[in-house]
């Protein structure tokens, strides 16, 4: 097994022979620590018959140890510098294949086509919201995620009522967030300025909604949590543009108090919340 020096001096090694460095545009930090790496693998639970997709494999320090386990690896790096160290270094791996690409212009069908897949992904920070909507919104979603992100945004998306936000409502609609550890930033290279937490989410095996009703739950869920920490009746009378009393009511017919505050509903109450909306003028 590699220690975590040794995982840190090919790090280095790697960069030298490569004359590269992390790009702090974009949000590159090289994870040097096997303990890490092995509850990542662990939490991903990888099997020979399994298609991963990777975001941002970097040096392919992960993708290696995904190759082991898995059927198939697709590695999406944005980096070109970085394709051609991969290209060079996982050559040797006929289970892998590099894609330069940007993964957010990039629909999940083009990756796998109609075969069930996992995403393993040390994400870069700056894109984690919109990586997740990318995978949980498509109609062609993974079977789970397994991301690191930064702590105080996994917290938020495990959140519970009365704490919930729009990112813990948009990820736990589509699927049950689990943080599997917390990881210092000593973990990486260079070190980020914030600690980490890796994340797994177990996607729901059907979808609570059809994908026009999504919308709409969306919409709802942005209105209510459009001023924050105000009283649902006056957020939601601002973000539908309907007056005071409309909102109310289509609160009580919800059977929600329109006293309350977005960040206390539960995403049962947010669907029952979306059916008297959608019935309000039948």
Known sequence: MT???SLMAETRALLIRYGLAARKGLGQNFLIDRGVLDKIIAAAAVEKSDTVVEVGPGLGVLTRALAERAGKVIAVELDRNMV???RE???GLPNVEIVARDILETPPEVLVGDVPYKVV???????????????LETPRQPQSLVVMVQKEVARQIVARPPEMSLLSIAVQFYGAPKIVSYVPAGAFHPPPKVASAILRIEVLPQRRLPLDDEKAFFKLARAGFGTRRKQLANALSGGLDIDKAAAIGLLQRAGIDPARRAETLTIDEWLTLLRAYKDRDV
């Not at 992904?121 to 995978?135: C, D, E, K, Q």
């Open 3 to 5: 220690s975590p020096t």
């Open 84 to 86: 051609g160290l991969l």
């Open 89 to 91: 270094t996982l050559a």
């Open 121 to 135: 992904a040390n994400l870069p920070y700056y894109i984690t919201s919109p990586a997740l909507r990318h995978f």
